[in-house]
């Protein structure tokens, strides 16, 4: 049981990819399951070079599911190890010497901060100081609107100045950021947390793959077609996600009120408390 968030690191994520705010992972998932029902792909329907494109469709659907496992550095990493300790290898203790942990033919990793992942094999004929070895880089960051920790944009009353509330965040990246606009957004990331039994301070993985918010665009009909081709996205003013009117009324309608049985928003506070799957409660 936690409580208590101390410090946190939250941002936007995108579907297919701290805490992070994301797309929607359905429509890749959806044509992930619609996948089976497809009739299959013959070599006519690609010029004749598409008669081996169905036997690379498992990893394409493989790589698929790892995407959406892999919504942040903090997830993507998890992942890896998930499959790496599927596969034999074993986590060192980067706090001790590796000499009497590491073993011709073993499988070992190790991680730093829970966003960097370092893994390798070692040869079943490796002698110490003969030999070569090889290395392959990638990162596990991308694209994405990292939430601020002050991050409730409001006025006075609590919500901003249209009776929404919307949140603080910072571009991370060189991301497409035309592409986030009228889209639903979830949340994934990681958390500091306090265990109230311990008293210590613990990391968390946190994966909200619902539609919490949204970053509105102006409406076709109340601009030109000249507005709409000279339009840049400010980063300041234009990307800043506004909060599920549900959500709000579910972190706000039970428990957070002193008006008595009926809030503000006109919710019953006496309702009894509905916990969702990815630990939201109303």
């Not at 102006?218 to 996205?233: G, P, V, Y």
Request: aromatic share 8%.
């Amino acid at each position: 049981t936690t409580s208590t968030t101390n410090s946190y690191n939250i941002t936007m994520r995108l579907s297919t990819i701290p805490l992070l705010l994301t797309f929607q992972a359905s429509a890749v998932r959806a044509f992930s399951m619609s996948m089976s029902s497809m009739p299959p792909l013959s070599a006519g329907s690609t010029g004749g070079k598409g008669q081996h494109i169905q036997s690379h469709i498992p990893l394409a659907q493989k790589a698929m599911k790892y995407f959406d496992s892999s919504p942040d550095p903090f997830h993507a990493v998890q992942t890896s190890v998930d499959m790496l300790e599927k596969a034999g290898f074993v986590q060192l203790d980067t706090e001790a010497p590796y000499k009497n942990q590491l073993k011709a033919g073993g499988k070992y990793y190790f991680t730093k901060n829970k966003s960097t992942l370092v893994a390798f094999a070692i040869g079943h004929e490796y002698t110490p100081g003969n030999g070569g070895f090889k290395i392959i880089g990638g990162h596990t960051d991308s694209p994405n609107l990292k939430i601020k920790p002050r991050s409730k944009l409001s006025g006075p009353n609590g919500v901003g100045s249209t009776g929404c509330i919307q949140l603080r965040v910072e571009c991370y990246g060189g991301g497409l950021w035309n592409t986030w606009f009228d889209r639903d957004l979830g949340l994934s990331g990681r958390v500091f947390v306090r265990d109230e039994e311990s008293g210590k301070i613990e990391q968390k993985l946190v994966l909200m793959d619902r539609a919490l918010l949204r970053i509105p665009n102006l409406a076709i009909h109340l601009q030109d077609a000249k507005e709409r081709e000279a339009f840049k996205a400010n980063k300041e003013d234009h990307l800043v996600p506004i909060l599920s009117m549900a959500v709000k009324y579910a972190l706000t309608s039970n428990g957070g009120s002193n008006d008595g049985d009926k809030d503000k928003e006109g919710g019953d506070s006496s309702k009894k408390d509905i916990v969702d799957d990815d630990g939201w409660t109303e």
